[in-house]
């Protein structure tokens, strides 16, 4: 297994976001109690709409199969998405 970086964009539609958010929340928990999803959080400032995920997966290909089934990415509400693999060190990972 390996640790992948997801980044999300999100267009402008916050009320869309706000009404699928409780089944995206309930799918990304779905994946953490699996251990798929380490973390996962949008950005809380003032750059542009989106979030950072961080998935354990077998390879970039799971990854995008796994965010295809995203309630946010079914909808269209993430207008762009880049997955990297990051091998990340420090206690968090241990």
Same mark, same amino acid.
């Given at each position: 297994? =390996?640790?992948?970086? %997801?980044?999300?964009?999100? !267009? !402008?539609?916050? $009320? &869309?976001?706000? &009404?699928?958010?409780?089944?995206?929340?309930?799918?990304? @928990?779905?994946?953490?109690? *699996?251990?798929? $999803?380490?973390?996962?959080?949008?950005? #809380? #400032?003032? @750059?542009? +709409?989106? *979030?950072?995920l961080?998935f !354990? *997966?077998? #390879?970039?290909?799971?990854?995008?199969?796994? %965010?295809? *089934? !995203?309630?946010?990415?079914? =909808?269209?509400?993430?207008?762009h998405? &880049?997955?990297?693999?990051? +091998?990340? %060190? @420090? +206690?968090?990972?241990?």
């Amino acid at each position: 297994m =390996a640790t992948f970086a %997801i980044h999300y964009t999100y !267009d !402008d539609r916050s $009320a &869309e976001r706000d &009404e699928l958010r409780p089944p995206h929340r309930a799918y990304l @928990g779905e994946l953490a109690d *699996a251990g798929t $999803a380490l973390a996962y959080a949008r950005y #809380d #400032d003032d @750059g542009a +709409p989106g *979030a950072l995920l961080v998935f !354990d *997966a077998q #390879d970039s290909p799971a990854v995008e199969r796994l %965010i295809a *089934a !995203d309630p946010f990415m079914e =909808a269209g509400l993430v207008v762009h998405h &880049e997955v990297r693999a990051w +091998p990340a %060190i @420090g +206690p968090w990972t241990a």
